[in-house]
């Protein structure tokens, strides 16, 4: 099945760049997306890859995704305290319509 | 549109009470999916619907729990009887199914079984 790992927790501080790394299993994955979820609230998607392309650039963040070693990973450039938050990478199989969330990562931004 | 819209955002119950969750997805929405977030377990499907009729319930933890979606503008998920390990937050997404199809969240319903 599919499976969608991600690590815990990462602290850097402000001004500084943030990587969120994120592997899945699953190799039909057609699109591959990040979501926030700040505290109290529900996820809110930030920015989706489609699974044929390696880069996609928006605003302060950049998502690349390696297929081949089924990575994917989110850049902050320029990483604020509001950007603190669990980021979540999600999956979307190509044989269904239910994404698969990891674990989720707390992003912690210090002063 | 409004959004996902849940009720309520806040529950407490004592053990062994039926609890009822509420959904209203984003009209025009084939998709409709409950998940269920914990810290030990972090963010858990439990069930999705296509056009109201459910697809895959692999997710749902015992027979304790049920889930309905009567009409495309509304979802149930019920716990009876509802134990204290039940106690998370419960969030209800829907999605197009067409293009991108990224899930669109409620604000979720945070439960305690007492």
């Known amino acids: 099945g599919e499976d969608v790992e991600q690590s815990l927790f990462l602290s850097v501080r402000e001004g500084d760049s943030s990587v969120i790394n994120c592997t899945y299993t699953?190799?039909?994955?057609?699109?591959l997306y990040w979501y926030k979820q700040e505290p109290g609230a529900g996820l809110q998607l930030l920015t989706y890859i489609f699974s044929n392309m390696d880069m996609k650039q928006d605003q302060r963040l950049t998502v690349l995704l390696n297929k081949k070693d089924k990575h994917l990973s989110l850049r902050i450039a320029d990483t604020q305290t509001g950007d603190s938050a669990i980021y979540f990478c999600?999956?979307?199989?190509?044989?269904?319509?239910?994404?698969?969330f990891g674990t989720g990562t707390r992003l912690q931004v210090t002063l | 549109d409004a959004g996902v819209i849940q009720s309520p955002r806040h529950e407490v119950t004592e053990m062994g009470q039926e609890v009822t969750l509420r959904c209203k997805p984003i009209s025009g929405h084939d998709y409709l999916f409950w998940y269920r977030q914990t810290m030990m377990r972090g963010l858990e499907l439990l069930i999705y619907f296509n056009n109201n009729v459910p697809i895959d319930d692999s997710g749902m933890p015992e027979d304790r729990f049920s889930a309905k979606m009567p009409n495309a503008s509304f979802s149930t998920l019920k716990i009876q009887p509802s134990e204290p390990r039940d106690s998370a937050v419960y969030f209800c997404a829907s999605s197009p199914g067409q293009g991108r199809s990224e899930a669109f969240f409620g604000q979720g319903t945070r439960l305690t079984v007492v």
């Open positions: 699953d190799s039909s994955s057609t699109y």
């Open positions: 999600a999956e979307r199989s190509g044989t269904a319509s239910k994404l698969t």
